[in-house]
């Protein structure tokens, strides 16, 4: 099966000069090959988006909503084949699919309310006979590069509010899960999207430097590691873009002794697990606060050992395979490195063993994990969860605020001074008390502190319109003719 770009409404037909593989993670297969950009590719994406823009800049607020609404009522009646798209190409199971699809249309629901949202503000008699008002106005031609571990949800939280302010896009997906891309700019299509508004280009560092570096392209919205985005944050600066760039994460869910710690344990089990482990608001430290760390860590145990693991087409799987063999490969080195800098090893899942082949790694439980070991300091992006202990809550808060990251952190605990003191202090863009993953709603916005994010502006909802517009400012009088001014054929007293 071949994968091809979504340029102008319709499938590219040219052909490729590289090419990528597509693997099914769940048996190891190649299912697929997709089709990499080059510079020729990037100049026929970018210059469809901005032929489409005049036009599309210059629809109503309502005809663009109706088209919001329409691609919402699509999603909503696909879902299911959706979701099969992204367990064969990702791997995760398909009810983490089905909410990541879910999560998706929370924002593409926020965005069908842009006639709402892009009302400017209005002075009337600033000074006598002025007024000033303010106008919200799309960028241009902007640039979407997401990530593997949310194919739809994560093009999603930037491609509806791109095209409700005005803007045309260029979507460039992973090439590890590239068919999802293509299935949202089909029903895009079929809800009345113009064609040239959504593209959606493949391939690897070349698309994403052709993006970053086009004087047509006004804007990039980016979501991957920390590196990455320092790079893309720099690049696309240096080139006059605005830039939001999502990085990375190592987050820690704090539980204090007078947590119910039945419920902290399932989180535990379900934050770090869930699509194995491959998210970046996944819990990856678990600080237990003195007294409770052994119970705690016994309750973890317990409740992996009944972890399904298996194809993400079986209703009954859990948690599927990881993305690549080669991100297998990388996962598995963190837990050998945790074995030889100390960590204890309480779950060991480096020899699960599931039919079918496949890039399987078992979820893996590492205890008393201390702040110099590297399963504490990198992002793994895996099944592993690693617990460390803290002698009281000023420790545990000292803990998570040293670390270079502030993506996600939790806190369980039925004291609520101490919740509030920790939502207060703590040095984290997204806090949850009692909620392991705290990622917001949609009419929210989704961004961390730290090198977790760099430019100003975090992810879908409101901050997601500001970034998708510029703000021109209007201040107007309008001469008397019967002063003097200029007639322009109009009655002297109308």
């Keep these: 099966m071949r994968i091809s770009h979504w340029i102008d409404g319709k499938n590219w037909a040219g052909v490729a000069e ?24 990037v100049e026929e994406a970018v210059s469809a988006a901005a032929r489409a823009f005049p036009g599309w800049r210059d629809t109503s607020l309502a005809a663009r909503s109706r088209v919001l609404f329409a691609f919402r009522e699509l999603l909503s009646a696909r879902k ?30 926020y965005a069908c309310g842009a006639p709402q949202l892009l009302k400017g503000g209005f002075s009337e008699n600033a000074s006598r006979g002025v007024d000033v008002f303010s106008l919200a106005q799309p960028l241009g031609v902007v640039g979407v590069i997401s990530p593997f571990n949310f194919p739809a949800m994560v093009p999603l ?14 979507l460039k997906p992973s090439e590890k899960d590239p068919s999802a891309a293509v299935f949202i700019a ?25 993006l970053l570096t086009h004087p047509k392209v006004k804007a990039i919205s980016f ?9 893309v944050y720099e690049t696309g600066t240096a080139n006059g873009k605005r830039v939001q760039a999502l990085g990375g994460a190592k987050n820690h869910m704090v539980v204090l002794p007078d947590a119910d710690l039945d419920l902290a344990a399932d989180a535990a089990v ?9 998210r970046c608001m996944a819990v990856s430290v678990v600080v237990a606060v003195d007294p409770v760390g052994d119970e705690l860590v016994a309750k973890i145990a317990e409740r992996m050992a009944r972890l399904r693991v298996g194809n993400g087409h079986d209703p009954d799987s859990e948690m599927g395979p990881l993305v690549t063999s080669a991100h297998r490969a990388k996962v598995q080195s963190y837990v050998d490195a945790g074995v030889a800098e100390g ?8 020899d699960i063993a599931v039919e079918g082949g496949g890039f399987w790694l078992g979820p893996t439980l590492f205890d008393k994990v201390t702040p110099g070991m590297s399963i504490y300091t990198d992002e793994i992006f895996g099944p592993v969860l690693s617990v460390a202990r803290a002698a009281s809550y000023d420790a545990a808060l000292e803990l998570v605020n ?4 502030g993506n996600g952190t939790a806190i369980f605990t039925n004291d609520g001074r101490a919740a509030r003191r920790f939502q207060n202090e703590v040095e984290v863009g997204m806090v949850g008390l009692n909620v392991p993953i705290p990622v917001p709603v949609g009419y929210y916005s989704f961004g961390g502190w730290k090198d977790s994010l760099f430019g100003d502006s975090h992810a879908y909802g409101p901050q997601g319109f500001h970034f998708f517009t510029r703000t021109k400012v209007v201040t107007s009088r309008w001469p008397d003719p019967s002063q003097g001014g200029v007639n322009l054929g109009f009655p002297r007293n109308s």
Aim: some cysteine; overall charge negative; glycine content about 14%.
């Design 402 to 405: 040293a670390s270079r990251y």
């Design 80 to 109: 299911d084949d959706l979701a099969k798209i992204i367990t064969s190409e990702h791997g995760k199971v398909e009810s983490d699919a089905a909410g990541e699809i879910a999560r998706a249309i929370e924002n593409v629901e």
């Design 223 to 231: 979501v991957g590691s920390t590196p990455i985005a320092r790079y």
């Design 18 to 41: 590289r090419t990528g593989e597509v693997f099914d993670p769940a048996t190891g297969e190649v299912r697929a090959h997709v089709d990499f950009a080059g510079d020729g590719q």
């Design 157 to 170: 939280w930037f491609v509806p509010n791109a095209i409700a302010c005005g803007n045309t896009v260029v």
């Design 343 to 350: 960590a204890e090893l309480v779950v060991d899942g480096r």
């Design 186 to 210: 089909e029903l895009f299509a079929e809800a009345g999207l113009p064609p040239g508004v959504l593209n959606v280009l493949h391939g690897d560092k070349v698309a994403v430097d052709g």
């Design 270 to 278: 379900s934050a770090g697990f869930g699509s194995a482990g491959e």
